[in-house]
């Protein structure tokens, strides 16, 4: 079974850093690159980072782009979203997923921006 | 940046009825590298379609996806009750960012 199983969310104050991590089964993580998403309460779907199978290629969205960093352990089969100098509007279900278009993807994990 | 934009916002419909969910990008997608997702409350996206117009694994065949350009569509067959939830349509041409459409809403009557 194809499983990401996510842990890391909670309630942080403005200013504060979170990291968020991805655990793979099932399928050989190395040969995948992998995408996290948010889901603001309420709202829709943003993208928002991209990690090669080997970790060399990034991307992020503008949103979070000098505050987020992602990255990957493969030996662990783990995804990771280190955030930093989080702000009210970070307030989120973040998402991590196989691939994009996203075929896999973990139960979700809420992370509170609040004082 | 490109930009999706989905119509209607909501739908109230009843079951066995047929549904077009439209997106319209921007600019034109190259290779047709648009996908389709259901989110029902609760729960993560589920991928339904992939490059505008294929399955994914294990979705019914009474969901179909076409359009090329600036212009895709998402169309339900045959409404069932399990079929309600919001549907997005993502690019993923070129660099990213690779966003979402606002989402359409499909409710039963």
């Known amino acids: 079974q194809v499983h990401l199983v996510q842990s890391g969310g909670g309630l942080v104050k403005p200013g504060g850093s979170l990291r968020l991590s991805c655990e793979a089964s099932?399928?050989?993580?190395?040969?995948?690159?992998m995408t996290w998403f948010r889901q603001a309460p309420g709202k829709g779907l943003e993208w928002l980072s991209y990690?090669?199978?080997?970790?060399?290629?990034?991307y992020y969205s503008d949103s979070v782009k000098g505050r987020f960093t992602v990255s990957r352990d493969n030996a662990k089969k783990s995804l990771y979203l280190q955030m930093n100098s989080l702000r009210v509007e970070d307030t989120a279900l973040y998402y991590c997923?196989?691939?994009?278009?996203?075929?896999?993807w973990g139960q979700g994990t809420m992370v509170t921006v609040s004082s | 940046e490109i930009v999706l934009t989905q119509s209607p916002g909501t739908l109230s419909l009843s079951p066995g009825e047929r549904v077009s969910l439209s997106c319209r990008a921007s600019?034109?997608?190259?290779?047709?590298?648009i996908a389709w997702y259901q989110q029902k409350p609760g729960q993560a996206p589920r991928l339904l379609i992939y490059?505008?117009?294929n399955r994914a694994t294990g979705i019914p065949d009474r969901f179909s996806g076409s359009g090329s350009g600036t212009d895709f569509t998402l169309t339900i067959s045959r409404l069932e009750p399990e079929d309600l939830g919001i549907f997005y349509c993502?690019?993923?041409?070129?660099?990213?960012?690779?966003?979402f459409g606002q989402g359409t809403r499909v409710e039963m009557k």
């Open positions: 997923a196989r691939s994009n278009p996203a075929r896999i």
């Open positions: 099932g399928f050989i993580f190395s040969d995948y690159y």
């Open positions: 990690i090669s199978g080997g970790g060399d290629t990034v």
């Open positions: 600019q034109s997608i190259s290779s047709r590298y």
């Open positions: 490059d505008a117009s």
């Open positions: 993502q690019h993923y041409s070129g660099p990213p960012p690779w966003t």
